[in-house]
Nanobody, 120 residues
């Protein structure tokens, strides 16, 4: 079994910061791309940022300049540092990863989601 366990969401005032973490656990052989998506009420899930195993990041236009994705390959963990948060960043944030299990099978996995609310 492979699981993605997220943490770090919460309530923050506009202009504040939050750091999300996502740890992959289980029978993991290797992890390719890891990333963060978000889904606001009534909207489709959208990419926020992702990072390859070679540590090459990609950001959505809304995340550029405010969010930073990083990865600790030794801990199978991906982070999302979110600064200058806006009310429109309010959403459930989901971790996502392409993981090859020790069986040799590559699958795409999702975390359970963590709520981020930006409000005064």
């Amino acid at each position: 079994q492979v699981q993605l366990v997220e943490s770090g969401g919460g309530l923050v005032q506009p202009g504040g910061s939050l750091r999300l973490s996502c740890a992959a656990t289980g029978s993991i052989f290797s992890i390719e791309t890891m990333g963060w998506y978000r889904q606001a009420p009534g909207k489709q899930r959208e990419l926020v940022a992702r990072i390859t195993r070679f540590l090459t990041p990609t950001y959505s236009d809304s995340a550029k300049g405010r969010f930073t994705i990083s990865r600790d390959s030794a801990k199978n963990t991906v982070y999302l540092q979110m600064n200058s948060l806006k009310p429109e960043d309010t959403a459930v944030y989901y971790c996502n990863a392409d993981i090859t299990r020790t069986t040799g099978i590559l699958n795409n996995y999702w975390g359970q989601g963590t709520q981020v609310t930006v409000s005064s």
